[in-house]
């Protein structure tokens, strides 16, 4: 079965940069969603097709994808950007979703 | 505005059932293919399963197949999760989320709690 792998964890000073890598099997041809999840709360999609933004989330999210790696930026980053943060992609050759193991965001 | 509203969970001892709902506001239900997603205290999303907007086409992951059957009532705005055999591995919280335009998911509800334990 097809699986993505993240970081455990991200430490990242505010207004600094958060880079969160998502690591797949030529995950570079396949679309890659990006979903945060505060404690207690439902996950929010932040980056769909491996970069473009719902209406709603703040410029400062990005996404890029190439190769066997996925990449979630969140630049200028704040107190209240502290979150996990999963990727996901559809395998088509097991008709499965998968959602990558998951980085928790730490803002020092 | 949508809204994914989830009932149904609760405690149920191993080898029992259950059956979850998922009822869904603001778009055009029959429109959208649906998930159920879960999340084990502390762990990461696991996906759960899968339904078509008409509900012709459906798939598992293998660690609910053969014990979970996913169904919905488009007349109802509703989907559901039957869960039987339950396992204590099955303790999760379970989001229903719509399936976006490219696959992502991009309303998800706030979940009900299923726990299995005797």
């Known amino acids: 079965s097809y699986v993505l792998t993240q970081p455990p964890s991200v430490s990242v000073a505010p207004g600094q940069t958060a880079r969160i890598t998502c690591g797949g099997n030529?995950?570079?041809?396949?679309?890659v969603h990006w979903y945060q999840q505060k404690p207690g709360q439902a996950p929010v999609l932040v980056v769909y097709?491996?970069?473009d933004r719902p209406s709603g989330i703040p410029e400062r999210f990005s996404g890029s994808n190439s190769g066997n790696t996925a990449t979630l930026t969140i630049s200028r980053v704040e107190a209240g950007d502290e979150a996990d943060y999963y990727c996901q992609v559809w395998d088509s050759s097991s008709d499965h979703y998968v959602f990558g193991t998951g980085t928790k965001v730490t803002v020092l | 505005e949508v809204q994914l509203v989830e009932s149904g969970g609760g405690l149920v001892q191993p080898g029992g059932s259950l059956r979850l709902s998922c009822a869904a506001s603001g778009f055009t239900f029959s429109s959208y293919e649906m998930n159920w997603v879960r999340q084990a205290p502390g762990k990461g999303l696991e996906w759960v399963s899968y339904?078509?907007?008409?509900?012709?086409?459906?798939y598992y992951a293998d660690s609910v197949k053969g014990r979970f059957t996913i169904s919905r009532d488009n007349a109802k705005n509703s989907l559901y999760l039957q869960m039987n055999s339950l396992r204590a591995e099955d303790t999760a919280v379970y989001y229903c989320?719509?399936?976006?335009?490219?696959?992502?998911?991009?309303?998800w509800g706030q979940g009900t709690l299923v726990t299995v334990s005797s």
């Open positions: 339904i078509s907007s008409s509900g012709s086409t459906i």
């Open positions: 097709d491996d970069s």
């Open positions: 030529n995950i570079g041809s396949k679309s």
């Open positions: 989320a719509r399936v976006g335009m490219r696959g992502d998911f991009d309303y």
